[in-house]
């Protein structure tokens, strides 16, 4: 197995990870949904890797078998974040016939020490079912204090 950080010639197989994840998670994309993917992917990836966003990539028997995406964000200074740098994991994926053999935590090992050599204060996720007993090992906790996490879609 070899942990590696995603390069602009991976864009293609990013595309496929993500398209490989949503189609799990939300089922059969649509034509447009697909259109969209296709669309907005590369683009997405091409500005933002290796900036505000790290890909993680596990290989093994030759194949990229997990992916796990950090995207970093500054915020203001607070007590909370220091630095004003935190992070939002995004797209946990291992294919199928790759599970259960440690990929998913070898990525979010490796996503979580580059979090804390750049000074990432804070590191947050969504976890399915599936993925939260490897969360909780990995030492998430639910948010605490008084803050109630909601959301808006706006379009």
């Not at 990870?17 to 990836?45: H, I």
């Not at 995004?90 to 996503?111: D, E, I």
């Amino acid at each position: 197995m070899l942990i590696r950080n995603a390069e602009k010639a991976d864009i293609p197989t990013l595309v496929a990870l993500r398209r490989a994840y949503l189609q799990e998670d939300l089922g059969p994309l649509t034509q447009a949904q697909e259109a969209a993917l296709q669309a907005r992917l590369p683009g997405y990836f091409a500005r933002n890797l290796g900036s505000c966003l790290h890909a993680y990539l596990a290989e093994a028997t030759g194949q990229t078998a997990a992916i796990a995406l950090l995207l970093v964000s500054e915020k203001p200074y607070s007590p909370a974040f220091p630095t004003g740098l935190t992070g939002t994991v995004l797209n946990v994926y291992t294919r199928p016939s790759f599970r259960r053999q440690g990929l998913a935590r070898a990525v979010m090992q490796h996503l979580l020490l580059d979090a804390a050599a750049w000074g990432i204060c804070r590191v947050d996720l969504k976890a399915t079912p599936m993925g939260l007993p490897l969360y909780r090992a990995l030492g998430f906790t639910p948010p605490g204090g008084d803050y109630l996490a909601l959301e808006k879609y706006v379009k």
